[in-house]
T-cell receptor, first 109, second 113 residues
Framework: LAKTTQPISMDSYEGQEVNITCSHNNIATNDYITWYQQFPSQGPRFIIQ???TKVTNEVASLFIPADRKSSTLSLPRVSLSDTAVYYCLVGDTGNQFYFGTGTSLTVIP | NAGVTQTPKFRVLKTGQSMTLLCAQD?????MYWYRQDPGMGLRLIHY???????AKGEVPDGYNVSRLKKQNFLLGLESAAPSQTSVYFC????????????FGSGTRLTVV
């Protein structure tokens, strides 16, 4: 299983940009990087996926440096409703994806 | 379109009892998964299935059995429940094997006393 390392928790004030970094030193050539979000008492849901450089959608941006050994999920202008656990997954098709413990983000009013 | 439906949502079992958790998906997904989530442990894969009639072990399969007799259903069985199986169980499905395709259910909270 491709493993990742994320901060256990982060706090941020409302309206700020939040960056969550994930380390994946053993990423393979064919691996994609995927982020999920989980609210309390709900299952995780897909946020964004990327392979290299930068990907942006209506919810977040994903920055991946050239060596791909890390990635950063960026949440612009967070609100209280962004309080959740964020998981970074790394792998290719056929992998058993490892969710790990994720990063618990708390947005403070 | 209901997505992934888990039954029941809550259950309390006595040690040694058995039960079956049902997962149903209406998206015609090939792949289905059972995860458990414990405080501070994240999600851990119990068993998964890559198609009707197939099952495979995940990271923490001991004490659980699964069956995928129909494509839309994935059953998780506990033959003799133990307090260590107290957890929140999530079912997920996906069309393909990519990590971007997981759809999760809302979970089953199981307490074994």
């Amino acid at each position: 299983l491709a493993k990742t390392t994320q901060p256990i928790s982060m706090d941020s004030y409302e309206g700020q940009e939040v960056n969550i970094t994930c380390s994946h030193n053993n990423i393979a050539t064919n691996d994609y990087i995927t982020w999920y979000q989980q609210f309390p008492s709900q299952g995780p849901r897909f946020i964004i996926q990327g392979y290299k450089t930068k990907v942006t959608n209506e919810v977040a941006s994903l920055f991946i440096p050239a060596d791909r050994k890390s990635s950063t999920l960026s949440l612009p202008r967070v609100s209280l409703s962004d309080t959740a656990v964020y998981y970074c997954l790394v792998g290719d098709t056929g992998n058993q994806f490892y969710f790990g413990t994720g990063t618990s983000l708390t947005v403070i009013p | 379109n209901a997505g992934v439906t888990q039954t029941p949502k809550f259950r309390v079992l006595k040690t040694g009892q058995s039960m079956t958790l049902l997962c149903a998906q209406d998206m015609n997904h090939e792949y289905m998964y059972w995860y458990r989530q414990d405080p501070g442990m994240g999600l851990r894969l119990i068993h998964y299935s890559v198609g009707e009639g197939t099952t495979a072990k995940g990271e923490v399969p001991d004490g659980y059995n699964v069956s995928r007799l129909k494509k839309q259903n994935f059953l998780l069985g506990l033959e003799s429940a133990a307090p260590s199986q107290t957890s929140v169980y999530f079912c997920a499905s996906s069309y393909g094997r990519g990590a971007d395709g997981y759809t999760f259910g809302s979970g089953t909270r199981l307490t074994v006393v």
